[in-house]
């Protein structure tokens, strides 16, 4: 009930003062009276402490490995080529366009845009073009934030990317995913940004945590208004175009999973579910299990309906730390020695004459758990994703096999 209150105060707000919601708007006004303006974005931005610069042109390859870029409106690409390296060593793009001039770049990404919504359980009644979009996983950006509430969005779908908010699970507004050093966020709605929808309370927050997922680990963030154009010098080093990225990121889902696997993986999940009823009564936050949002009972007194909404994410830095755990605890049995870090796991598997390349193992393995082990809940929350934690999962079981072969 507290969402669905929530969610008519908001709008009877943005009714009696703003007027009706507006259709998709292609000039972002910097003006905050105006409704289609994003100056209330800007000023979340600087009280979130993030630094900015507004620009018509953005040359990927002048542009160092702390900077961020949100393109908001392009009018015209020149060349692409240096999004990769960009990404690979350190940089954030923030892809929010929903014109058709970034078409061919979402293609080579992986992505699958659609015009407009297919699923209408979420269409708010009476609002022509306006979705509540829920929460679907945790994560910096949408922590607070139960739901967005969108105008004329373009969801899209991308198998390799972690769903933040979703219309339906191959419907998906927000998302997040990693290349290299560097970050990819992709928004199905640059309506966000607006005055209009930024005022919303939900919004406000996820704006604020934007800015401060930004602000955190960028020194500036590039807005690329106009309509403004991406130009990139081609160098050696870029010049494998776009598709490397798109098969880069689609690799990241080509995992078999064998039932040995999935045995393993119930485990660990079975750990997580232990750690998050243990964390419910001691009132910790180890483990965030799903939520379920708003009211089943319809509001009365409104004109539209609020259906129940579900959020499935989960914490997933939890269950890797356990098997973390798990894993240089059988390396202490099999070696007779405290193993409790990653320098420690590989000096005794190369005193066994044992290697990790032999194995299928990824060189970095132990570094990975280390990583998630010493990391902020909220840093964790950033890198985990159901993926990472299969392939964890996946080489920490040919990892037990094999000590288990030597025993």
């Known amino acids: 009930m507290k969402i669905a209150a929530t969610i008519a105060v908001s709008w009877m707000i943005t009714l009696s003062i703003l007027g009706p919601p507006p259709s998709h708007a292609e000039d972002f006004s910097l003006n905050d009276e105006r409704y289609n303006g994003i100056g209330r974005a800007l000023t979340i931005f600087e009280e979130e402490g993030l630094y900015f610069e507004l620009t018509e042109v953005v040359d990927f390859s002048e542009l160092d490995r702390e900077d961020a870029v949100l393109l908001l409106h392009v009018g015209a690409i020149r060349s692409a080529r240096g999004t990769i390296d960009f990404i690979e060593r350190g940089g954030a793009l923030l892809l929010a366009d929903e014109g058709d001039t970034l078409e061919e770049i979402y293609a080579r990404f992986g992505f699958t845009r659609q015009s407009g919504p297919l699923t209408r359980e979420f269409a708010l009644h009476g609002f022509d073009g306006v979705y509540l979009a829920p929460r679907y996983e945790r994560h910096s950006l949408s922590d607070g934030v139960d739901f967005l509430i969108t105008d004329h969005p373009r969801p899209f779908f991308h198998e390799s990317l972690s769903p933040l908010f979703t219309l339906a699970e191959d419907e998906i507004l927000v998302a997040v995913g990693r290349l290299g050093a560097g970050e990819l966020i992709a928004i199905g709605d640059s309506s966000l940004f607006i005055n209009q929808l930024a005022r919303l309370s939900e919004n406000d927050r996820f704006l604020r945590n934007l800015g401060r997922h930004l602000a955190g680990r960028y020194a500036r963030l590039l807005i690329v208004l106009g309509p403004g154009t991406i130009a990139s010098t081609d160098t050696p080093s870029s010049a494998r175009g776009l598709g490397n990225l798109r098969e880069g990121l689609l690799a990241i889902g080509a995992i078999e999973i064998d039932p040995l696997t999935l045995h393993l ?143």
Do not use: C
Request: glycine share 8%; net charge positive; aromatic share 6%.
């Open 265 to 407: 993986a119930s485990i660990v999940l079975l750990i997580g579910l232990t750690l998050m009823l243990g964390s419910k009564l001691h009132r910790g936050v180890l483990f965030q299990g799903p939520q379920r949002l708003g009211n089943p009972a319809a509001p009365t007194g409104i004109e539209w309906d609020i259906r129940t909404l579900e959020t499935r994410g989960a914490d997933l830095g939890a269950p890797i730390r356990a098997l973390r755990q798990v894993v240089y605890a059988a390396m202490t049995r099999r070696f007779a020695r405290r193993i409790a870090s990653a320098a420690e796991a590989k000096s005794a598997l190369a005193g066994a004459g044992l290697s990790l390349e032999k194995m299928g193992i990824e060189a970095r393995f132990f570094e990975r758990l280390d990583e998630f082990a010493l990391s902020s809940p909220s840093e964790a929350e950033v890198r985990a994703s159901r993926r990472e934690l299969v392939r964890f999962v996946r080489h920490a079981e040919v990892l037990l096999n094999r000590l288990e072969e030597r025993e």
